[in-house]
């Protein structure tokens, strides 16, 4: 079989690395590649959002299987188009990725089933926003709403931070459209678990658990990053805490997004916050996370 890897990080390295131990894998591809992934496959110079020019290269290489890492092309519907046209392809519908694509839609679906999270309100308008701070003390959470490739959090230690915050989003635009919606958070504490699972649509199978270094340089200091490395699998993850992860998060939220016909088939990652009040979900990610991966 053929088999292309889209995207270009660490994830994809590792991707490629372990899909070609298949003995069913005859001749491997990556797009657009690095130089790690160079030396197990054949780069392929296309972007990894460039959907056209992907779905093209896969019909002429007759493509058996195809794994999608970054979001970016899982939100822009990559999936669909493949499908469309017979290809077969791993990883959710521009749908069923909204739950990663839209924090707001994310957070609605879990309140809606009753999964554990932070209370949040979401805005669309600066006016609405400013308006939930009237009573707001102590730390919070704002968000852009969208893809804003991890930076779009901003933790705020007060309310004058949080409308600091909100202006950063919804004035100067600093995250473009993702800032179109945003998302107002309670401030959880606790210590930080990536859980991944392979979804078929149904049911859930979960993979070790995994820490990421989110701070940007040593000694836990300077801003969060999407992740500066990772070690697996996190120790603070008990067994009974995988237990309530897969039970009272994972498997309902797949359920959830059946019932509201956006089957979620791919890898579901949720983030969670190891509280005192038992895990709750930061986010969920509609791909393999990077660097756990
Ligand atoms: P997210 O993209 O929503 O996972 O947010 C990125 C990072 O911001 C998370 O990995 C956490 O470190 C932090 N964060 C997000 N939401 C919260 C929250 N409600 N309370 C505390 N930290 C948060
Ligand atoms: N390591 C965080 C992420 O993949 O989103």
């Not at 779009?152 to 949080?162: D, F, H, Q, S, W």
């Not at 600093?174 to 606790?190: C, H, K, Y």
Request: negative net charge; hydrophobic residues 40%; aromatic residues 6%.
């Amino acid at each position: 079989m053929r088999v292309l890897v889209i995207g270009g990080g660490g994830r994809e390295h590792a991707l490629v690395w372990k899909i070609n131990q298949s003995p069913k894998v005859n001749e491997i591809f990556c797009a657009p590649g690095n130089t790690g992934t160079a030396e197990i496959a054949q780069n392929v110079p296309i972007p990894a959002d460039q959907i056209d020019q992907l779905l093209e290269f896969a019909l002429e290489k007759e493509i058996g299987l195809t794994v999608v890492g970054p979001e970016q092309p899982l939100v822009m519907g990559i999936v669909d188009r493949f499908q469309e046209k017979g290809l077969r392809i791993f990883g959710p519908t521009a749908r069923a990725a909204e739950l990663e694509g839209s924090k707001a839609f994310s957070k609605d679906i879990m309140k809606k089933y009753g999964l554990p999270t932070a209370e949040y309100k979401t805005f669309s308008s600066h006016e609405l926003a400013q308006g939930y701070f009237d009573k707001e003390t102590g730390p919070i959470v704002v968000k852009a709403s969208g893809l804003a490739a991890g930076k779009g959090v901003i933790l705020c230690r007060n309310a004058k931070e949080g409308l600091n915050a909100v202006d950063t989003i919804m004035k100067d635009k600093s995250f473009g459209e993702a800032g179109d919606q945003g998302v107002i958070e309670e401030f959880l504490e606790g210590q930080e678990v990536s859980v991944l699972a392979f979804s078929d649509g149904s049911t859930v199978l979960l993979m070790d658990s995994a820490q990421d270094h989110k701070a940007a340089l040593d000694g836990d200091q300077g801003p969060n990053t999407g992740g500066m490395g990772a070690y697996s699998p996190a120790p603070v993850f008990t067994d009974l805490l995988r237990q309530k992860a897969r039970d009272k998060i994972m498997l309902p939220l797949v359920r959830a997004m059946k019932a509201e016909g956006r089957p979620y088939q791919g890898i579901l990652y949720a983030g969670l916050m190891l509280t005192k009040h038992g895990p709750k979900t930061l986010e969920f990610n509609a791909r393999f996370g990077d660097p756990e991966t």
